[in-house]
C-alpha cells in the first residue's frame, strides 16, 4: 500500500464549477498535511496546508481533513481554466513527507 | 528572495557519463530535499538533509546516486555513471518548520535530465 493515494484522474469540469479532488494515507501518526499545485513544465508550488480536522479556507480554495478516516480533500469553488493543473497530496508523518502522484485537473471553458 | 535556485536547468548526456546537480536553498531554511519525477512513479524523496546532515537517504535508488551538502548554501546531487533510466525532472525543495504547520517545502525551478 502507497503511503499517499489519489486518483490520477483526469477530472474535467466546466468553467464555475466545484472541483473536488480527494487524498487518503496510510499513516496515523501524520501531523501536516499539504496541497501542491504543479503546471506542466513547471515545479509544485504549495496552495494550502492543513493540520487540525475540519474545513480550512482560503479564497476559492477549501481544505478538508478527517484523521479518523484518513482523508484529505481539496475543493476549488468556481473554477477557472488557469486552475488546470496537476494536484498533489503530501503528508508528514514525523520526520518524513511522501507525496501521492497526484490528480490532474482540467477545466473546461 | 530570490527563491530555491537550481542548475542546470536542461542537461543532455551520454550513458556512462558523470552528471552532478546542484542547489542553493532559500536562505534561513534549514532543510533541504532532492526528489526525482517521473511519469510512471510520480515524485520521489531521494534525500533530504537537515542543518546539513544527511538524515534520511532511503530513497537514492543505488549506490550510483550520492548527494552531499557542505554548507548551509549549497547541495549537489551526483549521479555516477548515469543511465538511460536516470532520465528525469530532479527538484530540490528547502524548507523551514513554522511552529504548528510543520514543513512547508519551496521547490526549485527542477533539472531536466536527459541519459542517452
Known amino acids: 500500500q502507497k503511503e499517499v493515494e489519489q486518483n490520477s484522474g483526469p477530472l474535467s469540469v466546466p468553467e464555475g464549477a466545484i472541483a473536488s479532488l480527494n487524498c487518503t494515507y496510510s499513516?496515523?501518526?501524520?501531523?501536516?498535511f499539504f496541497w501542491y499545485r504543479q503546471y506542466s513544465g513547471k515545479s509544485p508550488e504549495l496552495i494550502m496546508f492543513i493540520y487540525s480536522n475540519g474545513d480550512k479556507e482560503d479564497g476559492r480554495f477549501t481544505a478538508q481533513l478527517n484523521k479518523a478516516s484518513q482523508y484529505v480533500s481539496l475543493l476549488i469553488r468556481d473554477s477557472q481554466p488557469s486552475d488546470s493543473a496537476t494536484y498533489l497530496c503530501?503528508?508528514?508523518?514525523?520526520?518524513?513527507?511522501?507525496f501521492g502522484t497526484g490528480t490532474r485537473l482540467t477545466v473546461i471553458p | 528572495d530570490a527563491g530555491v535556485i537550481q542548475s542546470p536547468r536542461h542537461e543532455v548526456t551520454e550513458m556512462g557519463q558523470e552528471v552532478t546537480l546542484r542547489c542553493k536553498p532559500i536562505?534561513?531554511?534549514?532543510?533541504l530535499f532532492w526528489y526525482r519525477q517521473t511519469m510512471m512513479r510520480g515524485l520521489e524523496l531521494l534525500i533530504y538533509?537537515?542543518?546539513?546532515?544527511?538524515?534520511?537517504d532511503s530513497g537514492m535508488p543505488e549506490d550510483r546516486f550520492s548527494a552531499k551538502m557542505p554548507n548551509a548554501s549549497f547541495s549537489t546531487l551526483k549521479i555516477q555513471p548515469s543511465e538511460p533510466r536516470d532520465s528525469a525532472v530532479y527538484f530540490c525543495a528547502s524548507s523551514s518548520p513554522l511552529a504548528g504547520t510543520g514543513e512547508t517545502q519551496y521547490f526549485g525551478p527542477g533539472t531536466r535530465l536527459l541519459v542517452l
Open positions: 499513516d496515523r501518526g501524520s501531523q501536516s
Open positions: 538533509f537537515n542543518n546539513n546532515v544527511p538524515i534520511d
Open positions: 536562505s534561513g531554511h534549514n532543510s
Open positions: 503530501a503528508v508528514n508523518p514525523p520526520g518524513n513527507l511522501f
